[in-house]
């Protein structure tokens, strides 16, 4: 009696398990850039509390920089695209020579990305200040501003 009690408490606990796994988490698809757009607006829109023509001028300049919202990531998130070596350079970047020549390559490529990123940031941030009153621009400044602290 006492094996039988046991067996059925096991067998609760792995179907109770079980259940529990049937989540669909596992299958959270990527937002498009459009849903990424329209979040980036309608969040600008009631934080700063924008008017109808604001929105849809803010509209048009979040999907003329749709590419700043998304960061550039290679096959699994981790290389930048163009960044992630191949066979035959992951081999030669083992070799002792090849050290300095891969941390000089890697050092210049962020910094360009990095240039142009900030490139576009201050073209994005230009043409909202034209959209946005001195008070709204100064909001959407000092939430940049603590954003950047945060990091």
């Known amino acids: ?13 792995a179907a109770a398990g079980a259940i529990a796994q049937d989540d669909n988490s596992s299958e959270r698809k990527q937002p498009t850039k459009g849903e990424m757009i329209q979040h980036r607006t309608e969040r600008m829109a009631q934080r700063y509390s924008l008017t109808d023509e ?3 001028k803010l509209t048009e ?5 749709a ?3 998304a960061r550039p990531r290679g096959e699994h998130g981790r ?7 191949g066979k035959r350079e992951r081999i030669e970047k ?6 300095d020549k891969q941390k000089n390559f890697h050092r210049e490529f962020r910094k360009g990305d990095f240039e142009k990123m900030r490139a576009k940031m201050d073209a ?28």
Do not use: W
């Open 67 to 69: 590419d700043l919202m």
């Open 124 to 151: 994005y941030n230009s043409e909202l200040k034209g959209i946005l009153t001195e008070e709204q621009f100064s909001a959407y400044e000092n939430d940049r501003k603590k954003m950047m602290h945060r990091r």
């Open 94 to 99: 083992d070799s002792v020579l090849n050290k």
């Open 1 to 13: 009696m006492k094996k039988f009690i046991v067996a059925m408490t096991v067998a609760l606990f």
């Open 79 to 85: 290389h930048p695209q163009g960044m992630k070596p």
């Open 54 to 56: 604001q929105k849809a």
């Open 61 to 65: 300049l979040n999907t003329k920089y």
